[in-house]
């Protein structure tokens, strides 16, 4: 029994452009933020019986892994070699289609506990990559490569795509008293919504890749710019100027709402306004590809009485710390009594 925790992770700037439409012609920058909340998966070879078991918010139960309908866990077995009498189990702190990656969470922290049942230790790197193949290749999913390395690294990081697919990561070691501040004036608060990301990053997807649309160059000009934002984010954090921060948040805001009409909708951006004009909040944006989950605020004053507004809007505050550790291992153990949802629930219990 192997139970792998990998963290969720926030983009602060360069969002979008990890997409392979717009890395490929221009090179992408990713800067984001692991979060203190995760996904946990367990993987166990039972001792009797030869089926296929998949727990996670369905159950399957088959006779070879090939039959499995969960896309991420049966590309990633077949990929180790794993035909049957195997047992996945999943829980997490979020729920997906949240905006925090939790698609890439569980098939990066799947391939870790697959690689260290194999006793075959790889770098963070490689399982990046190797979950990058599975959803970008393999699926054919219209997503980016951000979620694969900030669950393989955690961390607050930088990742610069160039234009041949190859990511150099680079992951920053700010003072406790500066992860403080940053994390007491950027609030986090979840809108109750949830939204697969692929139906949001189709647009920009489309939109890259016919050069000859009308949406082509609105498009590629807001990316330019998101790049070129999120060079300027990661500026002004690593100086610690978090209020400046906050003025390029809702720079980078405006600019990602150009992507698509499915990125916001009426009832966030009129709290987004009253907000910026009641509680001092310089800049927001909805975490992720948008249209739903966790809408991100940053405000160096008033915290108690944003706080009682959003509450009093139904979007609760979410509490979180950065997570500076991606993917690992939290507990390994021998055949035992207890299935694997079971030992997950328990090792999830201790780790917490």
């Known amino acids: 029994m192997i139970v792998t925790r990998t963290p969720f992770r926030v983009t602060l700037g360069g969002g979008g452009t990890d997409l392979p439409s717009y890395f490929s012609h221009h090179g992408g920058f990713i800067f984001a933020m692991g979060l203190d909340k995760y996904m946990y998966v367990a993987v166990n070879r039972p001792v009797v019986g030869h089926q296929v078991r998949l727990h996670y918010s369905h159950a399957e139960v088959v006779e070879n892994v090939g039959e499995l309908k969960h896309e991420l ?4 077995l ?3 070699g794993i035909e049957n009498t ?3 189990a999943s829980i997490a702190d979020l729920p997906a289609g949240t905006g925090l990656g939790s698609s890439s969470c569980y098939l990066v922290g799947l391939l870790n506990a697959l690689h260290h049942d194999r006793r075959d230790y790889v770098p963070l790197q490689t399982l990046a990559e190797e979950a990058c193949h599975i959803e970008l290749d393999i699926l054919k999913e219209g997503i980016g490569k951000q979620d694969q390395y900030m669950a393989a690294f955690g961390g607050l990081t930088v990742l610069q795509i160039e234009r041949d697919g190859r990511v150099t990561v680079r992951q920053l070691s700010p003072s406790s008293g500066d992860v403080a501040d940053f994390v007491a004036h950027t609030h986090i608060y979840y809108t109750g919504s949830q939204r697969d990301a692929r139906e949001v990053l189709v647009d920009q997807n489309q939109a890259m890749q016919r050069k000859d649309s009308v949406d082509h160059a609105r498009v590629a000009d807001s990316l330019h710019r998101i790049k070129e934002l999120g060079h300027r984010i990661l500026e002004a954090i690593e100086a610690s100027n978090f209020d400046r921060w ?6 980078h805001w ?10 916001t909708w009426s009832r966030v951006d009129e709290i987004y306004d009253e907000v910026r004009r009641r509680f001092g909040v310089l800049g927001g944006k909805i975490i992720g590809a948008g249209g739903g989950g966790f809408l991100m605020l940053y405000s160096s004053k008033q915290h108690a009485d944003l706080e009682k507004f959003m509450a009093d809007h139904r979007m609760p505050r979410m509490h979180y710390t950065i997570e500076p550790e ?3 291992v939290v507990a390994q153990m021998g055949h035992g009594f207890l299935s694997a949802s079971q030992s997950l629930a328990v090792a999830a219990r201790e780790t917490a």
């Open 246 to 251: 906050g003025e390029l948040l809702d720079e």
């Open 73 to 76: 866990a049966r590309e990633a």
């Open 254 to 263: 405006q600019s990602k709402k150009k992507l698509s009409n499915k990125i």
């Open 78 to 80: 077949k990929a180790h």
């Open 86 to 88: 195997f047992e996945v």
């Open 326 to 328: 991606g993917t690992k």
